[in-house]
């Protein structure tokens, strides 16, 4: 059998080969979930002044206990690296968004904290964002497939990350 993408032939197991269903969905999941945050993006770069990982770690903050949150918490939670995370809380903090504490008893560990000032921000952006969310997924969707989508959405983010090997040189 023939690789639908690359036309050359398949040599793997029929169980190590996705259906085209599968590859269907697959390609449409990545596609769509990659298109809506671009599109949300842009709506809040050019509303707001913000991208939406800037937004989705403000109002993280925002739900969570004290308004504070353990950054390497903070960037499971928004999808994003440590290193990632930590540049962003700088930004953010170089902008008053958010203040940094120290964790007690943790020399190595910091708290993200929302400040008065990032508060107000993120709810003045609340109609931006609900707008663009809308727009640019909710609209597209039946409102009784929301719960099941949501359901298998997090059924998939829920999935453990990759071993990853280190290579030695």
């Given at each position: 059998?023939?690789?639908r993408?690359?036309?050359?032939?398949?040599?793997?197991?029929?169980?190590e080969?996705?259906?085209?269903?599968?590859?269907?969905?697959f390609d449409a999941?990545?596609?769509?979930?990659m298109?809506?945050?671009?599109n949300v993006?842009?709506?809040?770069?050019?509303?707001?002044?913000?991208?939406l990982?800037e937004?989705n770690?403000l109002r993280?903050?925002?739900?969570?206990?004290?308004?504070r949150m353990r950054?390497?918490?903070?960037?499971?939670?928004c999808?994003?690296?440590?290193?990632?995370?930590?540049r962003?809380v700088?930004?953010l903090?170089?902008?008053?968004?958010?203040?940094r504490?120290q964790?007690?008893?943790d020399?190595?560990g910091w708290?993200?904290?929302?400040?008065e000032?990032?508060?107000e921000?993120?709810e003045q952006?609340?109609?931006?964002?609900?707008?663009s969310v809308?727009?640019h997924a909710?609209?597209m969707?039946?409102?009784?497939?929301?719960?099941?989508l949501?359901?298998a959405?997090?059924r998939?983010?829920a999935l453990?990350e990759?071993q990853r090997?280190?290579?030695?040189?």
């Amino acid at each position: 059998m023939k690789n639908r993408l690359t036309g050359r032939a398949d040599t793997a197991r029929a169980d190590e080969v996705l259906s085209a269903d599968e590859e269907a969905f697959f390609d449409a999941f990545l596609g769509a979930a990659m298109t809506v945050q671009r599109n949300v993006t842009a709506d809040l770069q050019q509303e707001q002044n913000r991208t939406l990982s800037e937004h989705n770690a403000l109002r993280h903050l925002a739900g969570a206990p004290e308004r504070r949150m353990r950054i390497n918490e903070l960037a499971t939670a928004c999808f994003l690296s440590l290193s990632r995370m930590s540049r962003l809380v700088e930004k953010l903090e170089k902008q008053g968004l958010v203040g940094r504490e120290q964790v007690e008893n943790d020399r190595r560990g910091w708290y993200a904290v929302l400040t008065e000032t990032g508060d107000e921000w993120l709810e003045q952006a609340e109609q931006s964002y609900v707008s663009s969310v809308r727009r640019h997924a909710l609209c597209m969707l039946d409102p009784a497939s929301v719960g099941s989508l949501t359901t298998a959405a997090r059924r998939l983010a829920a999935l453990p990350e990759p071993q990853r090997t280190m290579r030695v040189a």
